[in-house]
Nanobody, 117 residues
Framework: QVQLVESGGGLVQPGGSLRLSCAASGSIFGSAVMGWYRQAPGKQRELVAIFSSGGTTNYADSVKGRFTISRDNAKNTLYLQMNSLKPEDTAVYYC???????????WGQGTQVTVSS
């Protein structure tokens, strides 16, 4: 089992910044692909950014240039730095973990990000 503990969500004004963290623990040996997803009310869950064990990153077009995904392997922690936030970024953000050796998916509990004046 893999446990994912998220933190850093909250309320921020448009143009502001937030940094989300996701700490992984449990059976986290071996390679894994980690990423961030989000789901706004009435919409499907969408991919925000991915960071693979090899260092490859990918971003949704809507967040390119504003969000940065990174990973601290020593701390087993995934980060999402969100800058220049817009009201349309408002959503529940989920940390995702896929263990490569068995292709099993794990999800965090979700953290609310609200961008409003």
């Amino acid at each position: 089992q893999v446990q994912l503990v998220e933190s850093g969500g909250g309320l921020v004004q448009p143009g502001g910044s937030l940094r989300l963290s996701c700490a992984a623990s449990g059976s986290i040996f071996g390679s894994a692909v980690m990423g961030w997803y989000r789901q706004a009310p009435g919409k499907q869950r969408e991919l925000v950014a991915i960071f693979s064990s090899g260092g490859t990153t990918n971003y949704a077009d809507s967040v390119k240039g504003r969000f940065t995904i990174s990973r601290d392997n020593a701390k087993n922690t995934l980060y999402l730095q969100m800058n220049s936030l817009k009201p349309e970024d408002t959503a529940v953000y989920y940390c995702h973990y896929r263990r490569v050796w068995d292709s099993i998916d794990y999800w965090g509990q979700g953290t609310q990000v609200t961008v409003s004046s």
